[in-house]
């Protein structure tokens, strides 16, 4: 007999200490994963700045995290921007003193196409999201990590391993920041700076649902059918790994690349199907999300 695999989870609706005293930015803070990831650090004791787009509501999750007895600060502006990414650094030091960890979980997935039907406006739209923020925010925050010995970690994806059919563009992005996150631990272990990488598979957020995001039908039923798991990860469980990777549990751990992606790496076929239903079940939601299906960095509005 099945059990529910929250009954298998321990969690408890308290107050953390895992990152008590630490200063974070997580940009894409606003929705989907960045939410989960602020509002998970914010739990665990760091001072957050939520950082995002000017449409993006980075404000709704700076409050819901004070309500909650939490510490965060909005940040609003282009992070492509190198002045705009410096000013984002700048606002976390003279806010709280000093910045311990980025998280460049910013990125756009605005078009699902054969190449020869992808359009330029979104390959500059993802080149633009997807690799020049992660540049922009971590060469300036660079500088102030190497004073507190901190960590970045970066969004990259199953797609920049794999290489996927419609999404061969999105998936060298991720590829790009595989790479860069690994040349950056090599070149900053020096400064005793860590590097790593978080590479979700199909996960509950607006991208992996044909009415709020561009898979039609047909791909948003194959994404739960390529996992070991049959389900799509939720972003608290993407989340838990940034948590994990931030801290200091992770203090040996540098130019990794950590698979959140119910085993979509290692499956055959519609792997999925033949999940036991306690894998299927998602953990229930501990952070109070509001913003998991919006997509602000999209194109197609």
Same mark, same amino acid.
């Given at each position: 007999m099945s059990k529910n695999i929250n009954e298998g989870l321990n969690y408890e609706n308290k107050m953390g200490n895992r990152l008590e005293g630490k200063v974070a930015i997580v940009t894409g803070g606003g929705a989907g994963i960045g939410e989960a990831i602020s509002?998970?650090?914010?739990?665990?004791?760091?001072?957050?700045?939520?950082?995002?787009?000017?449409?993006?509501p980075v404000e709704d999750v700076v409050k819901g995290i004070q309500e909650?007895?939490?510490?965060?600060?909005?940040?609003?502006?282009d992070l492509s921007s190198l002045a705009i990414a410096q000013t984002c650094v700048e606002l976390a030091v003279k806010q709280y003193g000093k910045l311990d960890i980025l998280?460049?979980?910013?990125? &756009?997935?605005? *078009? @699902?196409?054969?190449?020869?039907?992808?359009? #330029?406006?979104?390959?500059?739209y993802l080149l633009k999201n997807n690799i020049k923020t992660t540049f922009a925010m971590s060469r300036a925050a660079l500088p102030e990590l190497q004073k507190t010995k901190g960590n970045i970690v970066t969004?990259?994806?199953?797609?920049?391993?794999?290489?996927?059919?419609?999404?061969?563009?999105?998936?060298?992005?991720?590829?790009?920041?595989?790479?860069?996150?690994?040349?950056?631990?090599?070149?900053?272990?020096?400064?005793?700076?860590?590097?790593?990488?978080?590479?979700p598979g199909p996960i509950d957020t607006?991208? &992996?649902?044909? *009415? @709020?995001?561009?898979?039609?039908?047909?791909? #948003?039923?194959?994404?739960?059918?390529?996992?070991?798991?049959?389900?799509?990860?939720?972003?608290?469980e993407v989340a838990n790994v940034y948590l994990f990777l931030a801290s200091y549990e992770a203090s040996?751990?540098?130019?990794?690349?950590?698979?959140?992606?119910?085993?979509?790496l290692i499956a055959k076929g519609p792997a999925g199907d033949q999940a036991a239903d306690s894998m299927k079940q998602q953990p229930k939601d501990d952070l109070n999300l509001e913003h998991s299906k919006d997509s602000h960095t999209s194109i197609r509005k």
């Open positions: 509002k998970k650090f914010a739990k665990e004791g760091a001072k957050v700045i939520v950082a995002g787009l000017p449409e993006d909650e007895g939490g510490t965060a600060t909005p940040f609003k502006g998280i460049n979980n910013a990125g &756009t997935f605005p *078009e @699902t196409n054969m190449l020869p039907d992808f359009t #330029e406006e979104a390959f500059d969004a990259g994806s199953e797609s920049g391993v794999l290489g996927i059919a419609q999404n061969a563009p999105y998936g060298g992005t991720k590829g790009f920041n595989h790479a860069f996150t690994k040349g950056l631990a090599a070149e900053q272990a020096q400064n005793g700076v860590r590097c790593n990488i978080v590479a607006g991208w &992996t649902h044909k *009415e @709020t995001g561009p898979m039609d039908k047909q791909m #948003e039923k194959m994404v739960t059918q390529g996992t070991l798991m049959g389900r799509r990860g939720t972003p608290e040996y751990v540098t130019g990794a690349i950590w698979p959140v992606d119910g085993g979509t």
